[in-house]
Nanobody, 120 residues
């Protein structure tokens, strides 16, 4: 019941910067945590970063110190500032929303992804 749309991906030189955006719509009142995952061809999908409703953040080890996640609750949006991009960061980046719909149940909703390519 939550729809997520990512934007902001593109092609950059290694060392460059991109800022990804994810806009949520639909049943947004259920959302507790939003985050970013990425998946490159031949690799598993991995956590990039997530942020809770009280603005606690967590980052994957490979992006700590380079990427920053933030959110604007009023806009139901989450952002990922990516600095010092490396070719290893090349992947499809997917927005995720975790919603709590009952005491027992949480739901994961995913966007369709946006491509990030860091290549010389």
């Amino acid at each position: 019941q939550v729809q997520l749309v990512e934007s902001g991906g593109g092609l950059v030189q290694p060392g460059g910067t991109l800022r990804l955006s994810c806009a949520a719509s639909g049943n947004v009142f259920t959302i507790k945590t939003m985050g970013w995952y990425r998946q490159a061809p031949g690799k598993q999908r991995e956590l990039v970063a997530h942020i809770t409703s009280d603005n606690e953040t967590q980052y994957g080890d490979s992006v700590k110190g380079r990427f920053t996640i933030s959110r604007d609750s009023a806009k139901n949006a989450v952002y990922l500032q990516m600095n010092r991009l490396d070719p290893e960061d090349t992947a499809g980046y997917y927005c995720k929303a975790v919603g709590r719909i009952s005491e027992l149940a949480v739901t994961d909703d995913w966007g369709e992804g946006t491509q990030v390519t860091a290549s010389a």
